[in-house]
């Protein structure tokens, strides 16, 4: 079979017009549906303020894999929604990391105590999550 041709600049121009959230925009859409104010997450999070601050005012911002699961155990995300929170960012959890293992394991038995997560992470010689 033949390779179909290559888009048409308009269809490629459509399907970027129609883009998913960014990791910022639908971590915002997050803090709001469950009701708690920015400090209250980058507190939760282990976070500095100034960070928070740079992830709200970049639409376009990634963050790093730790920031971004401090964060959804912060706001409390299920396994499954902090998989869909990391893919706005591009990320995902992997079964060959130790670090995503851990932090899978305790997303998955509904543990979201970031000082938790973070001393089985240290007890494992794994970077922590939030600030350093």
Do not use: C
């Not at 998913?20 to 507190?43: H, K, N, P």
């Not at 999070?45 to 963050?63: C, E, G, T, V």
């Not at 998989?83 to 851990?102: C, M, N, P, W, Y």
């Not at 997303?107 to 494992?124: I, K, Q, S, W």
């Amino acid at each position: 079979p033949t390779p179909s041709a290559p888009a048409a600049p308009d269809e490629l121009a459509e399907r970027l017009e129609h883009l998913d959230a960014s990791f910022s925009e639908a971590l915002l859409a997050l803090i709001d549906e469950r009701g708690f104010t920015d400090a209250q997450v980058y507190r939760r999070a282990n976070l500095s303020r100034q960070l928070f601050s740079k992830i709200r005012s970049k639409p376009d911002y990634r963050p790093s894999k730790p920031t971004a699961l401090a964060l959804a155990l912060a706001l409390g995300l299920t396994l499954p929604q902090t998989q869909e929170l990391l893919a706005h960012a591009g990320l995902t959890l992997s079964r060959s990391s130790k670090f995503d293992v851990i932090v899978e394991f305790y997303l998955a038995r509904g543990v979201h105590d970031v000082m938790a997560v973070n001393e089985a992470l240290f007890a494992f010689d794994q970077p922590l999550l939030g600030s350093q």
